[in-house]
Each structure stands twice: as C-alpha cells, then as structure tokens.
C-alpha cells in the first residue's frame, strides 16, 4: 500500500511524463525550421512496420492443426482489411474487425 505522499509523488511522474512526450517533439522540430530527412524516413515507413508487427503478434498462437484452426482470427483479419479497403477509416476497421472476433469467439466458435 503506497502512502500519500508516494501516491502523489507517482501521479505527479505520470503527469510530467505525459507532458514531456508531448512537448518534446515540438521543441526538437519547430514550425519555423523544416524537419529533419531521418524523422520524415520514419514518418512513411514507421505505420507499416508497426501494422506488420501487429499482425504477427496477432497470428503468432494460432494452430492451423487444434481448436478452430484460427478460423475466427482469419474470418476477423479479413473483415478488418475489407473494411479498412472499403471505408478507408481506420477506426471503423479496427474496431469492426475487434467486436466481431469478440462476438466470434463467445457465441460462435465455442
């Protein structure tokens, strides 16, 4: 059990962690000054490396020999891409793709 000065102590960490992550980009690369070529590289290839390694992690205990064969991970990962290739929002594929592999999951594939 944390006393209340510990308590505050954390809560003010987490405060000037949050804070600092998102002052510090705009203090390293400022309106005025152009940014720099390592951060644009970054910027392109970053979101396709975290979707990749996303998918991985998603499909790495997936048996195609017990259970459901990934059935429901499969069926789920295709509604997402369709979604996504379809709408163009993100938010309405992941999403979609989360509820109905949840739905899946409990109701379906038992």
Same mark, same amino acid.
């Given at each position: 059990?944390?006393?209340?000065?510990?308590? @505050? &102590?954390?809560?003010?960490?987490?405060?000037?962690? !949050?804070?600092?992550? /998102?002052? *510090? #980009?705009?203090? =390293?690369?400022?309106?005025?000054?152009?940014?720099?070529?390592?951060?644009?590289?970054?910027?392109?290839?970053?979101?396709?490396?975290?979707?990749?390694?996303? @998918? &991985?992690?998603?499909?790495?205990?997936?048996?195609? !020999?017990?259970?459901? /064969?990934? *059935? #429901?991970?499969? =069926?789920?990962?295709?509604?997402?891409?369709?979604?996504?290739?379809?709408?163009?929002?993100?938010?309405?594929?992941?999403?979609?793709?989360?509820?109905?592999?949840?739905?899946?999951?409990?109701?379906?594939?038992?």
């Amino acid at each position: 059990m944390m006393t209340t000065e510990q308590q @505050v &102590i954390t809560i003010g960490m987490i405060i000037l962690g !949050t804070v600092l992550t /998102r002052f *510090i #980009p705009f203090w =390293l690369f400022p309106a005025d000054k152009p940014t720099p070529a390592y951060i644009q590289y970054l910027g392109k290839v970053l979101p396709a490396a975290v979707i990749g390694l996303l @998918v &991985i992690y998603c499909f790495k205990d997936v048996s195609l !020999t017990a259970g459901n /064969r990934g *059935i #429901p991970e499969l =069926l789920c990962a295709g509604i997402t891409m369709l979604l996504h290739f379809w709408k163009r929002s993100m938010l309405l594929s992941i999403a979609a793709g989360t509820i109905s592999y949840m739905v899946m999951v409990q109701m379906v594939f038992q």
